[in-house]
């Protein structure tokens, strides 16, 4: 059984995907109110760049960050199409020395991907003063998707432990699949 981070499944699922992008998560429009304006966001699991796409769209500086080389492919057909500038880096977000080479941002979005806790420590780095981290994901396994396993989970726990100061949570239901929206800062200054 092939499960949601693994990359060969991935890039199967992106190089069969039909040549059209699909929207941006819902929730992602609606939180814009936590996201300085104009400023520079890292998508990490960025896939083909839905969300990327979107923040690009409204004036963000976006940095495109995906394991899979057909999903960055088409966010760069998507983006040449839509005449928008979103720089891609191909990495592994389970390796931490990956991230030595990002820079930092004012906001680092994670959609649908539960990072490890050694890279959610990483991250603190990379945010700028009054950064914000926005994580999304399932808040419990789906019935209907046995890929979606229990340590692909978002556990608020795992961010307050390392230091993040939760700005805002959501819980949410879509359809039959239960999901949970994190907003989180750092404290003080850049870390």
């Not at 939180?31 to 083909?48: H, I, M, N, Q, Y």
């Amino acid at each position: 059984m092939e499960y949601m981070g693994n990359r060969n499944f991935w890039e199967q699922k992106f190089l069969s995907r039909p040549d059209s992008q699909l929207p941006p998560e819902t929730i992602l429009i609606e939180d814009a109110a936590f996201f300085k304006e104009k400023g520079s966001v890292l998508d990490l699991a960025c896939g083909d760049g839905r969300n990327a796409l979107f923040l690009a769209g409204n004036g963000f500086e976006v940095t495109a960050v995906d394991f899979s080389e057909a999903a960055l492919r088409r966010l760069k057909r998507f983006a040449e199409k839509e005449r928008l500038t979103v720089y891609t880096q191909q990495m592994d977000l389970c390796c931490e020395e990956n991230f030595d080479s990002l820079g930092k941002f004012d906001m680092i979005v994670c959609n649908h991907y539960r990072l490890l806790y050694k890279t959610a420590m990483q991250l603190k780095k990379h945010l700028t003063k009054n950064g914000v981290l926005w994580i999304n994901g399932f808040a419990e396994c789906p019935q209907d998707n046995p890929a979606i396993r229990q340590s692909d989970l978002i556990v608020k726990e795992d961010y307050l432990q390392i230091g993040y100061q939760l700005e805002d949570e959501k819980e949410y239901q879509v359809g039959e699949h239960k999901f949970i929206r994190l907003t989180l800062k750092t404290e003080g200054a850049d870390c």
